[in-house]
């Protein structure tokens, strides 16, 4: 940092709820110039959010759109992240507070994302468009490994969704649980669990339960983070998304609705938008500024 810089605001806002009580928490720095490294990590780890974001505008803008676009990069409590969704729409609704709605592109460590912010009924809502995804498998040694540390029994997950490393900016492994009642009993073993996303390069796991054909409850331990769990988790819904879609588990064009945060008591929801013909994600939720 400049030396004798004094420190930036640093905002706080909720993300996928419209209630500051609901969602994911994100901390928002919108002029992050004069930070290094280190004390983005540590306004980070002293905020204790999942995800923090710190913005250095670009007036030259980015693939030729001038003006209303951002550097952004994403810190947890204990280390840079690639991208983060729920951040990113906090931070989208932050600027548009300040700027006005319209159209936003962040420029990422996992490539260009652009926001869309518009107003619907009082409220503010963000829709971010992933970058390109794509799906792997999973060894059977490491998805051994993980169901031991979640302590699921290979019973308690849904065969009908198979166990695959999903990307769209950030990996997260897919595992979908048999019975709402697997999800909401949530009890892993943090450490073990760490090791093994470290090791797989994975930023969350992605607990799934389906309730119908377009509504699915998730969860999302976040150990690599330092975080037990993330409330609402923007990157990994768009993985979901480009999960589904591959496998065939939902049309090409679909709207799909993610609850998440329930069985930690912060409510959000989080909209996933397939189009036909074009591979990214869309992901979409509102959010407020936290007192």
């Known amino acids: 940092m400049t030396t004798n810089a004094p420190l930036p605001e640093v905002l706080r806002y909720t993300a996928f709820s419209g209630e500051p009580e609901g969602g994911n928490p994100a901390g928002v720095v919108l002029d992050a110039t004069t930070l290094d490294d280190a004390t983005m990590l540590a306004i980070a780890a002293d905020l204790g959010y999942s995800e923090s974001a710190f913005l250095t505008e670009l007036p030259d803008g980015i693939d030729g759109q001038e003006g209303r676009a951002y550097d952004v990069r994403y810190f947890s409590p204990k280390a840079e992240v690639p991208f983060c969704g729920h951040a990113t729409v906090a931070t989208a609704i932050a600027l548009a507070e300040r700027i006005g709605p319209g159209e936003l592109v962040f420029s990422t460590r996992a490539g260009v994302v652009p926001v869309s912010v518009t107003q619907e009924n009082g409220n503010v809502r963000a829709t971010l468009t992933s970058v390109e995804p794509h799906i792997e498998e999973i060894a059977?040694?490491?998805l051994d490994e993980a169901l031991a540390a979640l302590g699921w029994p290979g019973a308690d997950i849904d065969p009908a969704f198979p166990p695959r490393i999903a990307f769209a900016g950030a990996r997260h492994l897919v595992l979908a649980a048999a019975t709402r009642a697997r999800l909401a009993d949530l009890a892993y073993d943090f450490a073990r669990l760490e090791a093994l996303m470290h090791r797989l390069d994975l930023t969350t796991v992605q607990l799934v339960w389906r309730e119908s054909a377009t509504v699915f409850h998730v969860r999302d331990p976040f150990p690599v983070g330092g975080v037990v769990e993330d409330p609402a988790t923007g990157a990994a819904a768009a993985a979901f998304?480009?999960?589904?879609?591959?496998?065939?588990?939902?049309?090409?064009?679909?709207?799909?609705?993610?609850?998440?945060?329930?069985?930690?008591?912060?409510?959000?929801?989080?909209?996933?938008?397939?189009?036909?013909?074009?591979?990214?994600?869309?992901?979409?939720?509102?959010?407020?500024?936290?007192?």
């Open 140 to 142: 059977d040694a490491d």
């Open 241 to 291: 998304g480009a999960y589904v879609r591959e496998l065939g588990l939902a049309p090409e064009d679909a709207v799909l609705t993610l609850h998440q945060g329930e069985d930690l008591g912060r409510p959000g929801e989080l909209t996933v938008t397939l189009r036909a013909g074009d591979p990214r994600v869309r992901v979409s939720g509102t959010g407020t500024r936290i007192g």
